[in-house]
């Protein structure tokens, strides 16, 4: 049990610990101002709860999560790091890029 204490107490992880809890703090505080809707991240284009957008705020939040705590501890290699901006980056334009070809989204689609 002390083995696993001792994990979290490294500085690394009380930094990442502070600064999750202080932007889950800032953004509860934008959503109850009516300044921000957190649930529209987890919402499609309808309206309805996407299991794909909840999977992915997770998958991002773990890989960010990882990101910094390799970073914090002088881990992280140029290679990984270019891994994750390319996997976060490049999803978001190949998903613009999909609705944008995509007929039923709007877009305009191949022609046969």
């Known amino acids: 049990m002390n083995a696993q204490l001792a994990e979290w107490a490294k500085p690394e992880n009380v930094v990442l610990a502070i600064g999750l809890i202080g932007l ?3 953004l509860m505080l934008a959503n109850r101002r009516g300044r921000l809707d957190l649930s529209q991240m987890f919402k499609d284009g309808a309206g309805a709860t996407s299991a ?3 999977t992915a705020v ?3 939040i773990v890989s ?3 990101v910094m705590k390799a970073a ?3 881990a992280l290699s140029d290679n990984a790091f270019g891994l994750y901006l390319v ?3 490049g999803s978001m334009v ?3 890029a999909i609705d944008h070809w995509r007929p039923d989204a709007g877009g305009k689609g191949t022609q046969p």
Request: charged fraction near 10%; avoid cysteine.
């Open 64 to 66: 960010s999560w990882i």
């Open 87 to 89: 996997a976060w980056s």
């Open 52 to 54: 794909g957008r909840v």
């Open 58 to 60: 997770g998958a991002f």
């Open 24 to 26: 889950a703090l800032a």
């Open 94 to 96: 190949l998903s613009k």
């Open 72 to 74: 914090l501890a002088n």
